[in-house]
T-cell receptor
């Protein structure tokens, strides 16, 4: 699986958009970009995933660059409850199961 | 509906003792995963089960670690002769099936402290 690089921490004011970057310069053509987050003392929670097109759901938007070497997770109106560690991973689609191996992610602090 | 549950929520044990951690997946989920998360670190895959297939044990760190699952229900992770480096939060996740597009739902974890 391709390696990802994320900033260790970021701050965001409540109500503003939080833009979390992720570099995955060695991503291969059949690898998807996934985002999870982990609120303190809870298990990780799936947010969104994509291959090459931008994706949006009720939680966030995912913007993937045309060369697919980086992506940005956007929380359009951050709230205090979005304070969490955000993990970006890339993974090939497999029918034999997949293991999530997260790095340290980005610790996002949303401030009042 | 009910999510993934794990027990105990906290476990303190002495070095050298065996511990058993339990996971109850979401009903109907055929895939079950165990992970370990050391303090301030990311997630480390341990093992996964899918239906009646042989489990993928590729992430187990040593032969002191083992896991069982009864059908498509409860799973137990056993750590024998615990060491201090085993201290971590052990997370269980289940998904409807295997494959990249099946979201994994995580339990709250069991915090294991080996003294």
């Amino acid at each position: 699986d391709a390696k990802t690089t994320q900033p260790p921490s970021m701050d965001c004011a409540e109500g503003r958009a939080a833009n979390l970057p992720c570099n995955h310069s060695t991503i291969s053509g059949n690898e998807y970009v996934y985002w999870y987050r982990q609120i303190h003392s809870q298990g990780p929670q799936y947010i969104i995933h994509g291959l090459k097109n931008n994706e949006t759901n009720e939680m966030a938007s995912l913007i993937i660059t045309e060369d697919r070497k980086s992506s940005t997770l956007i929380l359009p109106h951050a709230t205090l409850r979005d304070t969490a560690v955000y993990y970006c991973i890339v993974r090939v689609h497999s029918n034999s199961g997949y293991a999530l191996n997260f790095g340290k992610g980005t610790s996002l602090l949303v401030t009042p | 509906g009910a999510g993934v549950s794990q027990s105990p929520s906290n476990k303190v044990t002495e070095k050298g003792k065996d511990v058993e951690l339990r996971c109850d997946p979401i009903s109907g989920h055929t895939a079950l995963y165990w992970y370990r998360q050391r303090l301030g670190q990311g997630l480390e895959f341990l093992i996964y089960f899918q239906g009646n297939s042989a489990p993928d044990k590729s992430g187990l760190p040593s032969d002191r670690f083992s896991a069982e699952r009864t059908g498509e229900s409860v799973s137990t992770l056993t750590i024998q002769r615990t060491q201090q480096e085993d201290s971590a939060v052990y997370l269980c996740a289940s998904s409807l099936s295997v494959g990249l597009f099946y979201e994994q739902y995580f339990g709250p974890g069991t915090r294991l402290t080996v003294t």
